[in-house]
C-alpha cells in the first residue's frame, strides 16, 4: 500500500513517516519548496514538492491508496490570519477534492483538540463536546474548526474519512518547536522562572503515529478520536522536567495581567514600530485555560497505546540537546 502524507517533514509527520515506513507502507511525502527536511533524512519516502493549494495536486497524489492530511499552518500571531485560512481550511479542502480525482480509497485526516475548544472550569471534554466557534480562541483554533467541517463536508458527499484530533504530543523530531517543546527548550536553557496557572493534555508522539494508523485500521468514516493521554498542570510538567534534569523547577506563578499586557505591547506596538514580538497575545489568553481532554473512545475503539508520558519527555530532552545549542 501507497501512503501520500502531508506535513511529513514536520513533528507528527515525521513520527508518522517512521511508523509506516516501520509497517511496510510505501510513503510519499508532500513537501513545501521552502520546507526544511532535516526530519525525512535518510529515510527511503519519495519526495513531491507543492503546496496544498497546488491545482495539480491529484496528479502528486496519484498512485497511492490512502492519504494523511497531517500538513497545517500553525501561528499564533494575528497577523497570520489569512495564511491560517489559506492553508488550513482552502487547503484542506483542496486536497480532499484532489484525493477525490487520485481515487484515494481511505483518509485520515489531523484536526486538533484545538478544534473541539475546552470544558468550563477545567473540565476535560470529549469528542461529544463542541465549543462555539465564536469562543475558540484565536484564528489558528477557529481555521482548524473550519478545516474539521470540510472534512465532514467530504464525508457527506462520499469520501471515506476519519479524523483525529492530538492533544499536546511530546518527543522526538519537534523542529520548529512547538509551543510546548519551546516550553522545554526554555526549561534547559533556565529561562523560565515563573509559570503561569494552566493545564494540558500530553501524550506520546510516536502514540500520536500509532493514532493515525489505528484510525486507518478502525476507525468510523466521519467519526473524530482524539489522541491524547494524561492531563497535567504546566507546573506538574516543569516539576517532571525537574526530575528528569535536576533543573530546578520554577516555583512561582506569575500573575496572568503581566503576561498579557506583555504580549499586547509586543504585538499590538512593537509590531507597527518594525520589531518582531515575542509573545502572542492569542498564545496567553489560550493558556489562560485548562486544556483537558478524555481519549477513552480512541482508547476503547482504536486501541490507542497510553505510554507513560516520562519516557517521552526524556526523548524529548535529549532531541532538543542535541538539536540546539543549550547554554
Not at 491508496?65 to 497545517?72: D, E, K, N, P, T
Not at 500530553?202 to 493514532?211: E, F, K, P, Q, S
Request: glycine share 8%.
Amino acid at each position: 500500500m501507497r501512503a501520500f502524507v502531508t506535513g511529513g517533514s514536520g513533528f507528527v509527520g515525521a513520527n508518522l513517516v517512521r511508523l509506516l515506513l516501520q509497517q511496510g507502507y510505501k510513503v510519499r511525502v508532500l513537501v513545501r519548496p521552502t520546507s526544511c527536511l532535516d526530519n525525512l533524512k535518510s529515510l527511503e519516502v519519495e519526495i513531491v514538492e507543492g503546496n496544498l493549494n497546488d491545482s495539480d495536486l491529484s496528479q502528486k497524489i496519484k498512485g497511492c491508496h490512502l492519504l494523511f492530511h497531517v500538513a497545517a499552518h500553525y501561528s499564533l500571531w494575528q497577523k497570520d490570519k489569512q495564511a491560517l485560512y489559506l492553508n488550513n481550511v482552502l487547503g484542506t479542502r483542496n486536497i480532499f477534492a484532489a484525493a477525490s480525482q487520485a481515487k484515494v480509497e481511505r483518509i485520515v485526516y489531523t484536526s486538533s483538540v484545538a478544534a473541539i475548544g475546552v470544558g468550563e472550569n477545567g473540565q476535560a471534554v470529549d469528542e461529544t463536546y463542541q465549543s462555539p466557534v465564536e469562543k475558540l480562541i484565536g484564528h489558528y483554533k477557529k481555521s482548524k474548526y473550519w478545516a474539521e467541517r470540510e472534512a465532514v463536508k467530504a464525508v457527506e458527499l462520499g469520501q471515506d474519512i476519519v479524523i483525529v484530533n492530538p492533544s499536546t504530543p511530546i518527543g522526538a523530531w519537534d523542529i520548529k518547536p512547538t509551543p510546548t517543546g519551546n516550553i522545554i527548550v526554555r526549561f534547559l536553557q533556565r529561562k523560565m522562572p515563573f509559570y503561569l496557572n494552566t493545564g494540558l493534555n500530553l501524550i506520546d508522539v510516536r502514540d500520536v503515529a500509532w493514532g493515525h494508523l489505528l484510525a486507518l485500521e478502525k476507525g468510523k468514516t466521519g467519526d473524530r478520536y482524539i489522541l491524547g493521554n494524561c492531563n497535567l498542570t504546566l507546573k506538574a510538567l516543569l516539576e517532571k522536567l525537574a526530575a528528569i534534569t535536576n533543573i530546578p523547577a520554577p516555583n512561582k506563578i506569575i500573575p496572568y495581567p503581566i503576561p498579557y499586557t506583555a504580549a499586547w505591547i509586543d504585538e499590538k506596538i512593537l509590531t507597527l514600530l518594525g520589531k518582531k514580538p515575542s509573545v502572542p497575545l492569542d498564545g496567553v489568553r489560550m493558556a489562560r485555560q485548562k486544556m483537558y481532554y478524555d481519549a477513552t473512545k480512541a482508547k476503547e475503539e482504536l486501541g490507542l497505546p497510553q505510554s507513560p508520558i516520562e519516557p517521552a519527555l526524556e526523548r524529548a530532552i535529549a532531541w532538543f540537546q542535541n538539536k540546539f545549542i543549550l547554554e
